[in-house]
Every structure is written in structure tokens, then in C-alpha cells.
């Protein structure tokens, strides 16, 4: 069974940029066949889907923050990771990275992490 | 903007069954996007329900299936028991990009 597990600074300044890594265990990224993806929570809402990469290199994100979004993947170090830039107190919340078979599926979480920027 | 749409709360009763639904501001919901269903407890990360439309994880319980129902994703619970009171969203694929519902919150009373 894939297990994740984000890591990263729980406190950005604004106008920075937020970086989290993806680091993945009990599966290979390399494998294939796995969409790998960032969501996020604001604290008390809903969930809203980052975007997602292969092993490849592909991407897909979420129109409304494309222009602020990269995610890379380390296959060396079955990693994955996010940067998000010009962070804004908006952009304080629990970070998930996860796993799914194909891209329309997601079936693994990690725990998640609580980000926060503040000056 | 594609907006999806979930009940925000629903009440069940032990015991009971109930059927939370997932609507696409595109028009009708079909197999094509891949309904994903999610269960959130209060201080833990989501968990896998069904992906889909129908499919169970290895770790679904029996009780919770997954359907299209007029026009729209649903989820039903049957045999409501008191752990299943939790948030729960819906996830539809739009041909690459992957879009959450906003939550139903399930009380069990």
C-alpha cells in the first residue's frame, strides 16, 4: 500500500514561495500508472485539487492557480513536490499530497500539512 | 468556472440510509467523470470511498455504495452507524482537470 508523507516550512512570508515534498513509500513513482497530486484545504472549508503530475514529468493544474504553480517530481528519491509562488495569506492551509491510479482516481492521502503565511 | 455541488449538511438516524448527491454546473453528471466519493473526519486527511461512480476500495465498507441518480454522482449509506458522521466530498474528472464538491456535512442523530 502507498504511504505519503509531506514536508516542508509550516510558515512562509508573503510574497514567497511555498515548497512541500511528496515523499512516497511502498510503491515506486517510476512505476507508472500513478497520477501524483497536490489539494489543499483553507482552514474550516472544502478541499480544492492543486494539480497532479506523472512519472514523466506531465502536469495538470487547477486553472485558477496555474499561473503560480509547479510541480516537479524526483524520481531518484521517489519524491514529488510542489512550489506555489507570491503566496498571500489566502493561500494558509492544510496541504495534501496523493496518489491515484490513473487521473481520474485518487486513493491514497498523506496526512497533511498546515502552511501558514504570515509576516 | 466549473462548480460542483454537494447537499452542505444531511441528518440520518442510526440505523437509517441516506443518499448525498454531486451535481456538475456543466449538466448531467455521467460515468465519464469518474465520480470519486471521500470521507473526512474532524482533524484527519480524507480516505477513499469510491472511485468510479461505483467502485469500492479494498477498505470500503459494504454499506456505502455509489451510483448516477438523475442526472447527477450519489453516494448512499445503508445501515447508517454512528462513525459514518463525517464530511463528505465528491471529486469529478473533467478531462484532465480534477474538481472537489464543497462538503456534505453528515450528522448521524
Known amino acids: 500500500q502507498v504511504q505519503l508523507q509531506e514536508s516542508g516550512p509550516g510558515l512562509v512570508k508573503p510574497s514567497q514561495t511555498l515548497s512541500l515534498t511528496c515523499t512516497v513509500s511502498?510503491?515506486?513513482?517510476?512505476?507508472?500508472?500513478?497520477?501524483w497530486s497536490w489539494i489543499r484545504q483553507h482552514p474550516g472549508k472544502g478541499l480544492e485539487w492543486i494539480g497532479y503530475?506523472?512519472?514523466?514529468?506531465?502536469?495538470y493544474y487547477n486553472p485558477s492557480l496555474k499561473s503560480r504553480v509547479t510541480i516537479s517530481v524526483d524520481t531518484s528519491k521517489n519524491q514529488f513536490s510542489l512550489k506555489l509562488s507570491s503566496v498571500t495569506a489566502a493561500d494558509t492551509a492544510v496541504y495534501y499530497c496523493?496518489?491515484?491510479?490513473?487521473?481520474?482516481?485518487?486513493?491514497?492521502w498523506g496526512q497533511g500539512t498546515l502552511v501558514t503565511v504570515s509576516s | 468556472q466549473t462548480v460542483v455541488t454537494q447537499e452542505p449538511s444531511l441528518t440520518v438516524s442510526p440505523g437509517g440510509t441516506v443518499t448525498l448527491t454531486c451535481a456538475s454546473s456543466t449538466g448531467a453528471v455521467t460515468s465519464g467523470y469518474y465520480p470519486n466519493w471521500f470521507q473526512q473526519k474532524p482533524g484527519q486527511a480524507p480516505r477513499a470511498l469510491i472511485y468510479s461512480t461505483s467502485n469500492k476500495h479494498s477498505w470500503t465498507p459494504a454499506r456505502f455504495s455509489g451510483s448516477l441518480l438523475g442526472g447527477k454522482a450519489a453516494l448512499t449509506l445503508s445501515g447508517v452507524q454512528p462513525e459514518d458522521e463525517a464530511e463528505y466530498y465528491c471529486l469529478l474528472y473533467y478531462g484532465g482537470a480534477l474538481v472537489f464538491g464543497g462538503g456534505t456535512k453528515l450528522t448521524v442523530l
Open positions: 503530475i506523472y512519472y514523466s514529468g506531465s502536469t
Open positions: 496523493a496518489s491515484g491510479v490513473g487521473a481520474t482516481t485518487i486513493d491514497y
Open positions: 511502498g510503491g515506486s513513482i517510476s512505476s507508472g500508472g500513478y497520477y
